[in-house]
């Protein structure tokens, strides 16, 4: 007993020296102007010392600039409201997030994902809320304050124990975070801060948000079952039976009314009419969707797929909320498309910052000579794209552990590894999907992710004595059996050469600039 006390001890010790050190780290916004001063300086330091590197495109000798000069300083200042407002992830969110507002705040996505979820199967529940928890992920943190409570309540009414529910629609809003089928916020804005990143080597290069599609699709279905697999096999059983007390349902969890089910009606109506605008667009050869040779993946229903998504979330949710009164008139549908960008407060002060660093460590040359010397050095080391890969994974899942924001993390990891590995000859797009994956499988462990205060008062309603500790054990079979199928998966995806999204590759990427 002792031993076991003692383990236990240090399991806890470790979690909470985590704790601490996340806890220590200043804001994100912060770190982004302290990065963006520590950019200024080294690229004086890298001018006095005659740091250079030969340009894997132009042959041309790279040397520093140096930003705290006099033509650097009057830079800083002229340059500065456009870093902010041509920042390439900025005008993308936003304009997602107006659609997805209105659909969210028409109660549209509440209504799918109940839909989902309480009219499942019994045998295929587990499936169902790992799977509606992926795709949740398409309208921020709806996922969270919905269905991880939900599946609590559903497991409890056909006799499950209710935490394994929750863990289950934990991992998959969580754990399969970068995985959906269909287009989010998260996908324009990681694509943004790739280009921005990319464009240190080559400034016509482009990111486009369907890049990783179809690796995310795929992922979506691995995750989902992995995720039921584990619940099923692992969680549930060490749970045991649930032998608490059954408190009365929430009556916000109740069925869909008809005014809920005719609302959907309609949103679907004008999902189809969308689509069928789309296929009138792309069918004939000289659609309106195609460009003049007749191509579809340079067309505007690709490069310009976040105004799809947001025609598509305004027409549904409009359809969905006139149709149950949640929408009565167009004050209402500004202000759910206002409140969403309230939400976004925080991340408007982040990219203010994080724009000036990824400008500065353009201007300086420091990106460009970092990728050239990290990149001989990767090379050199002959490791192979595969371990190579991996050791990225690890390293994103590791920060994870400390860092929440995803595009927080991006923004600082980009503009140093897309670089290095473009000049490696792989793709930005590789990057940015190596990263998503080790991005997410942390997220159900990680005591900074920003909802785990959340996960753990949802448990102690079932689980008084349920803390820190008692969440992360409980995730730990999803983490580990997520990092194991989605690096398996990456290593198919390398082997077969697979395409990451529409005319998308890995391999054989020559800086031309």
């Known amino acids: 007993m002792g031993k076991s006390e003692n383990k236990i001890s240090i399991f806890q010790r470790m979690l909470n020296r985590t704790e601490r050190i996340g806890n220590a780290l200043p804001h994100p916004a912060t770190l982004f102007a302290i990065f963006a001063l520590t950019a200024l300086i080294f690229s004086t330091i890298g001018h006095y010392l005659g740091w250079e590197a030969i340009h894997p ?82 309208a921020s943190d709806v996922g969270y304050v919905l269905l991880i409570p939900l599946a609590g309540v559903i497991f409890l009414a056909v006799g499950r124990h209710p935490i394994a ?90 069925k869909l009314s008809k005014k809920e089910k005719k ?37 505007p229903l690709i490069r310009g797929v976040v105004a799809m998504l947001f025609i598509t979330s305004c027409a549904m949710g409009l359809a969905y909320g006139f149709a149950t009164g949640t929408f009565k008139n167009d004050t209402d549908v500004m202000n759910g498309m206002a ?23 353009k201007w300086s040359n420091l ?41 927080a993390k991006w923004a600082i990891l980009a503009p140093i590894f897309i670089p290095m590995f473009m000049i490696m000859g792989y793709t930005p797009e590789l990057s940015q999907v190596v990263y998503r994956i080790g991005d997410s499988v942390t997220n159900v462990i990680s005591p900074m992710m920003s909802f785990f205060a959340l996960i753990i008062a949802f448990v102690q309603k079932y689980d008084p004595k349920a803390g820190i500790g008692t969440i992360i054990a409980t995730m730990v079979p999803y983490y580990i059996a997520f990092l194991i199928v989605w690096i398996l998966l990456l290593i198919v995806w390398l082997i077969f050469d697979l395409p990451l999204g529409p005319g998308v590759g890995m391999h054989n990427y020559i800086p031309t600039n």
């Open 57 to 138: 495109g132009t042959k041309e000798i790279v040397k520093p600039v140096n930003l705290l000069s006099h033509d650097g300083i009057h830079r800083i200042l002229l340059e500065m409201v456009d870093n902010f407002t041509g920042f390439a992830p900025l005008g993308i969110v936003l304009v997602a997030m107006l659609g997805i507002g209105i659909a969210e705040h028409s109660g549209l996505i509440n209504a799918i994902i109940r839909l989902l979820v309480l009219n499942s199967p019994k045998h295929l529940l587990t499936f169902v809320i790992v799977f509606t928890g992926i795709l949740s992920n398409v």
């Open 165 to 254: 529910g929750m863990a289950a629609a934990f991992a998959g809003v969580s754990g399969g975070f970068s995985a959906n089928l269909v287009f989010g916020t998260v996908d324009p804005l990681l694509a943004g801060l790739s280009q921005e990143a990319a464009r240190i080597l080559d400034p016509l290069y482009e990111v486009n948000p369907t890049a990783n599609y179809f690796f995310m699709a795929a992922s979506t279905f691995v995750i989902a079952f992995t995720g039921t697999f584990i619940t099923e096999r692992v969680v549930e059983p060490r749970l045991g039976k649930y032998s608490g007390i059954i408190e009365e349902k929430d009556s916000s969890f109740d």
């Open 263 to 299: 609302g959907l009606l309609m949103a679907l109506l004008a999902l189809m009419v969308v689509t069928i605008i789309i296929l009138i667009g792309i069918i004939p050869a000289d659609g309106f969707f195609r460009v003049s040779d007749g191509g579809l993946l340079s067309s």
């Open 339 to 361: 409140t969403s960008m309230k939400t976004l407060a925080t991340y408007l002060v982040l990219v203010f910052f994080a724009a000036q660093f990824v400008a500065y460590f």
């Open 367 to 407: 990106g460009v000579i970092f990728a050239v010397k990290g990149a001989n050095v990767l090379m050199s080391a002959d490791i192979g794209l595969i371990p190579l890969m991996i050791l990225f994974i690890l390293l994103a899942a590791a920060i994870n552990m400390l860092m929440g924001s995803a595009s």
